[in-house]
């Protein structure tokens, strides 16, 4: 298994504002992906973070709005940019070890 | 796009009972992937089974793949309230490494 350190757990933030979360993995990660899972709904992938040049972001996710860093092989950032009340979701962070995903805790972000 | 569609959506059962989950996809895989989330929080592997493979065990889960219908159950044995939580299936296909999701199914196991 892998250890998977997400932070911060939960936010409550205002309309216009940026978060940043945080996700620490060991090293035998050898991918870092972040994901959303709104209420009641399954994980949608936005990006894979990749080490020292930018992310590759799937169909409907762009990096003025999600702007990710991989500074290193264990660390990854997620912002979410100018938030509407429709950010409000888990975002999840997880890496790869032996074709198997483990994740963070989630942080779970309220837009008011 | 979503690969995998859990079926039923949720299920309510007593403790002791055994829990059927069932996950059908649509193209061709290289493996299958069972994740439990609870509380909505982050989601714990569970059980990985390849293309090749038609069942496999881990303590009281067994998964079982059947290719020509495109589909895999998950069956959790002797259910415990502890058991409730969030299943997903997620697929592997084709040249990705990155598993795809299904909806999920939301599993109650009452004391």
């Known amino acids: 298994s892998a250890v998977i350190s997400q932070k911060p757990s939960r936010d409550i933030c205002q309309r216009g504002t940026s978060l940043t979360i945080q996700c620490q993995v060991d090293s035998q990660v050898t991918m870092m992906f972040w994901y959303r899972q709104q209420p009641g709904q399954s994980l949608t992938l936005i990006a894979t973070a990749n080490q020292g040049s930018e992310a590759t972001y799937e169909s409907g996710f762009v990096i003025d709005k999600f702007p990710i860093s991989r500074p290193n092989l264990t660390f990854s950032t997620l912002t979410v940019s100018n938030m509407s009340p429709e950010d409000s979701s888990i975002y999840l962070c997880s890496g790869l070890v032996n074709e198997k995903l483990f994740f963070g805790s989630g942080t779970q972000l309220s837009v008011l | 796009s979503q690969q995998g569609e859990e079926d039923p959506q949720a299920l309510s059962i007593q403790e002791g009972e055994n829990a059927t989950m069932n996950c059908s996809y649509k193209t061709s895989i290289n493996n299958l992937q069972w994740y439990r989330q609870n509380s909505g929080r982050g989601l714990v592997h569970l059980i990985l089974?390849?293309?090749?493979?038609r069942e496999k065990h881990s303590g009281r889960l067994r998964v079982t793949l059947d290719t020509s219908k495109k589909s895999s159950s998950l069956l959790i044995t002797a259910s415990r309230a502890a058991d409730t939580a969030s299943y997903f299936c997620a697929t592997v296909s084709g040249g990705s490494y990155i598993p795809t999701f299904g909806r999920g199914t939301s599993l109650i196991v009452h004391p």
């Open positions: 089974i390849r293309s090749n493979e």
